[in-house]
């Protein structure tokens, strides 16, 4: 079966700071992977997404990257972290396809201080 | 603006009593997705209904669509303490792909034991 590995679970990081968030997928090959911010009480806002290695579509211009180094690792990074930045991030994947749901790791709330 | 939200934002209910969550879009779409987000955790997929489609069904759970008013509904049957959740609905529109899956803000359901 799949799953899906997302690390730290949470993450204090000072102004200024470089980021570093992991996810990984095991048990299938060439998924979507995709990168979401959630704001308290609010919604999903996808932040970046991948097809394939080194293969990334920003959705939302900001002061994030992300990156794909193998087939089922996704990273997010930012060189200097704002306090805007803080928020809870979720890692996912899915098949191709519009009709594949997505399958979430638990997420990491990072705050900025 | 989003184009899938949820009504109620929250919504408390007595164990053994049915919830009913409904989700209105704007724009037409290929398919709806139903899921659930525990406090501080990933979301999980319920159900997905295609736009062709007017009712499903997985154990407790079902989801309706219309797409003559834009909307859907979620209930939930013989409701637990368990299933106290934020419920979002998320729409891939009908020329989109996967990656855009557009979430509302969330039911925040209450289950009282």
């Known amino acids: 079966s799949q799953t899906i590995h997302q690390w730290p679970a949470t993450l204090v990081q000072p102004v200024g700071s470089p980021l570093s968030l992991e996810c990984t997928v095991e048990?299938?090959?060439?998924?979507?992977l995709y990168w979401y911010r959630q704001a308290a009480g609010r919604g999903l806002q996808l932040l970046f997404y991948?097809?394939?290695?080194?293969?990334i579509s920003s959705e939302v211009p900001q002061n994030l990257s992300a990156s794909r180094p193998q087939d089922r690792q996704f990273i997010l990074s930012s060189k200097k972290l704002l306090l805007s930045d803080s928020g809870f991030y979720l890692c996912?994947?899915?098949?191709?396809?519009?009709?594949?749901?997505?399958?979430f790791g638990n997420g990491t709330r990072l705050t900025v201080t | 603006s989003q184009q899938g939200e949820e009504d109620p934002q929250a919504l408390s209910i007595q164990e053994g009593e049915n919830a009913t969550m409904n989700c209105s879009y704007k724009?037409?779409?290929?398919?709806l997705q139903w899921y659930r987000q525990n406090s501080g955790r990933g979301l999980v997929h319920l159900i997905l209904i295609r736009s062709n489609e007017r009712e499903k069904h997985s154990g407790r759970l079902r989801v309706t669509l219309d797409t003559s008013k834009k909307s859907s509904s979620l209930l939930i049957t013989a409701s637990r303490a368990a299933d106290t959740a934020s419920y979002f609905c998320?729409?891939?529109?009908?020329?989109?792909?996967?990656?855009?899956?557009?979430f509302g803000s969330g039911t925040q359901l209450t289950v009282l034991p």
């Open positions: 998320a729409t891939v529109l009908l020329s989109g792909s996967a990656r855009q899956l557009t």
């Open positions: 996912a994947w899915s098949e191709m396809g519009r009709n594949s749901p997505l399958h």
């Open positions: 991948s097809v394939g290695i080194g293969q």
């Open positions: 724009t037409s779409i290929n398919n």
């Open positions: 048990g299938t090959s060439n998924p979507n």
